[in-house]
C-alpha cells in the first residue's frame, strides 16, 4: 500500500507553522508497513485543492488529507473532496450531538456556522473528535481510502492514533517494526565508532544513529512478514549493541526518562521533592505530566530568589555570601533542605546560571550545579551546558532526571 | 510571480523530520511579495521527482528545490534537473577549490564522491556554500527560475538570504506586508460572525481568522508597492475590526501573553509569586523563560500535597477539609497565602483536576481554579478545560497568564 498525506492550509505556504502534521502521519504509517511517497501542501483555495487530489488519487491508495475542516469558509477540504467524488454532504447526527455538547459545557453559544462541522460526504465515516468539534471523516471508496483529520496537531494525533492507524493496520499485510534504543552520557560519534561494523553491514535491519538534545539514540528497523518475525530480526543485533555499549542504555521507544524515574520512585516506594532555581519549574513540569505521580512528589520549590532559599530550603545566608547562589555548596543545602522540610525520601535540587546575561569569568552563562540528597547522602554535579536560556533550562532538567536515575537504579542493585 | 518548493529527502516522507525548510523558505518569499502556492516532499527517487518537477513546471514560475546536493548516491536533486531540462553538467571551477577547501582546513582527505558536487548544469550559476561543500544552484531558463539549495538547514538559510533572495528580489516589485492580531477570550466562530462583512469581502488586505489552543488569531495581509503603502491598506481593516472585538485582542504578531505579563510587572513594578498544583510549575516555567524576570518573579511553589498546601501557603486545613484541595475557597487562600508568605504584589494560584483519574461528578477531569490576589483584592476564576492532562495543564496556564494580564492592565487605567 503507497499512501501520500495533503496538508491544507495558507498558514503553511505563509510560513507560519511547519507541517509537522506530515511528520507525526508519516511516522506512524512506517510503523505499520505503510511507504508515503509524497507530502503536499496547498492553501485554502478550492481550485488548487481540486488538482492536487486529482494528482493524489492517480498514484496512491491511501490519501490523508489535514487541515480545512473548521467552521469557516476558509475551511473546504471536506467539501472539495465531496465535490470531487461527486458525493452529497449530510449530516451526522452523533458528530452534530458532539459539537453541540461541546459549546454547552463551555457555556458558548452553538453559533450557525458550526452546523457546517457535523457534515460528511454520503457514504463516510466520521471519526469522533474527543478534544474538538470538527469530526474526522474515513471514506473507502473505488479501491483508495480517503482520510480528512482536522489541522490542529493534538486533535489530529489522538484520532490518527485512536481510529486511523487501527484501520489501516488492518488493511497491510508486511510489518514494519522499529524499536529505538536510548543512550545517555555518550556522544554520537564514540557511540558510531564502537558499532561502525555493524552499521556498515546493515541490511535487515538497519540501524540508524540519531543525536537529539543530551541524548543518542539507535534505531533499529526489520521488515519481516508479522511482527514477531521483525523482532528476532532485531534481536541478536541489539544483543550486540548492548554487550559494546549497554552501560549507557537508559531506555526504548518512546521512554522518557522521566517516565523511567517516576517507574522506579513507585518501585523503590520513593518520595521526592524539588528545588530548582535556574530551571524555574521545568522539572517539577515534566514531572507532573506524568498520570499517578502526585503519590510520589510531595512538593516544588521554584526558589528564584536568596531570600526563597534561606526561607524555604532553609540555605545558609553564609553559604550563599561565601560561595554564591550557583555553587556546590548551595546545591547540597538546596537538595538537603527540600528533602527535610518536605519529609520526603529524596531532594534534588538546581541552581545555575541560564543567561543570557548575569555569567562571568568564574560562572559563566550555562554553568549549573545539580544537588541530590537522602537519608544516607548528599552531594552535586557540576555542568556547563550551551545553548540559548531555553536549551540550558531542558539540559539541565534532563541531566537532574538522570541523574535520580542513576541513584533510584543503585537502589534496585 | 508564483512559486513552490519541492524537498527532497526520503528521511522527511519517513517522518525522520518536519520539513522546516519550506517554512523558511515560505516565510522570506512572502516577504518580498512572493505567492508560494504548493510545497512537496519527494523521497530520494528520480522517477518521482522527475514527475514532480514536471508537475512543478507546469504550473509555477519559480521553482525551489531543497536536498539531495550531497557527495552520495542518495543525492540525485541536480542530476534530475539536468536531466529533465536536458543540459549536460559541467565542472565550476570554483565550487570545485571550495571543496578541496574545505577539506584541507578540516585536515580531510578530498574523496573522489566530494567531485560530484562541483558539477552544475550548464548555463546555471553556482551559488557560494560558505559553510558546507554542496554549491547552491540558479537556473534561468525558459522563462522559470529554478534554484537548488542542499537540505541542511544552516546551508540553505545563508544561501537564501545571500543569494536567493537578493536575486528574486529584483523580479519582483510589490511587498507583502501581514499583521497578525491575537484574541483571547472569543471563540473562532463568534469572531467571524462579528467579521463576517469584512472578510466576505476581503481581497487586499485578507482576512485570515486562525483558532489556536486558547486563542484565535486575525492575519490581515496587503500586498502593495512597499512596506509603508501596505500598512496603509491594513490600517483601516484593523481598526475597524478592533472597534468592533478590540475588548478581546491581546496582542500582535509574535507576542506571547507571558511576554507581555512580563512588561506589564515591569512597567508598573510589581512582584509576583506563583503557587500552583495541578500545573506542576507549568507556569513558573513560561515565564522563568524569559530573560530578566528574576527582578519580578520571587519564587514559585507546585504546592502537589495537601500538605504543602497548608504548611506553605497558609491554607486552612478546615477549607481544605469542607470545601476541598480544588475550590474556589482553596484557591483564593492559595494566592493570598503566597502574596503573603513571598511578600509580593500580587499572588496567583492555579488549583485543578489534570487528570486522566481523579474527576467525580461534581468535580470533572479539567474542573480548574485560578486565584488572583493583591492588596486590594482576591478572587478566583472556575474554568472547564477539555483535553488531556498536558493540554489541561496548558490551557490553565494560558487562562491563568490572561486572569494576570487583565489585572495588570487595569492598573494603567
New interface residues.
Partial sequence: MQAEII?VG???????????N?????????EIGI?????????D?QK?LM??LE?ALK?SDIIVLTGGL?????DLTKETVALYLNLPLIVDDKSLKNIKR?FA??G??F?E??FKQALIPDGAVAIENK?GTAPGILLNINGKIIILLPG?P?EME?MLKDAVIPYLSKTCSSTIFSKVLKFYGIGESALEEKLEDLISQQTNPTIAP?AKAGEVTIRLTAKAENRTAAKNIIKPIEDEIIKRVGDFLYGYDDDSVEEIVAGLLSKFNKTIA?A?S????????K???I??I?QF?????????N??KEE?LNVNPETIRSYGAVSEETAKEMARGIRIS??TDIGISITGI????GGSIEKPVGLVYIGYSDSNTCYAEKHIFSGR??DI?ERSVNSAFHLLRKMLQRLGD
Fill in positions: 496538508a495558507t498558514e503553511l505556504l505563509l510560513g507560519q507553522i511547519a507541517n509537522t506530515a511528520q507525526i502521519i508519516s511516522n506512524a504509517l512506517r511507504d508515503v511517497y509524497f507530502h503536499t501542501c496547498v492553501g483555495n488548487r488538482e492536487v494528482t498514484r473548521g467552521p469557516t469558509k476558509d461541546f459545557e463551555r458558548r453559544p453559533t456556522n458550526n478534544i490542529p493534538q489522538l540519531l524539588l530548582e535556574c530551571t524555574g519549574g521545568l522539572m517539577a513540569h514531572l507532573t505530566n498520570p499517578g502526585s512528589f510531595e512538593r516544588g520549590i521554584v526558589s528564584y530568589s531570600r526563597s524555604l518536605s519529609g541560564a543567561g543570557p546575561s536560556r531555553r533550562k
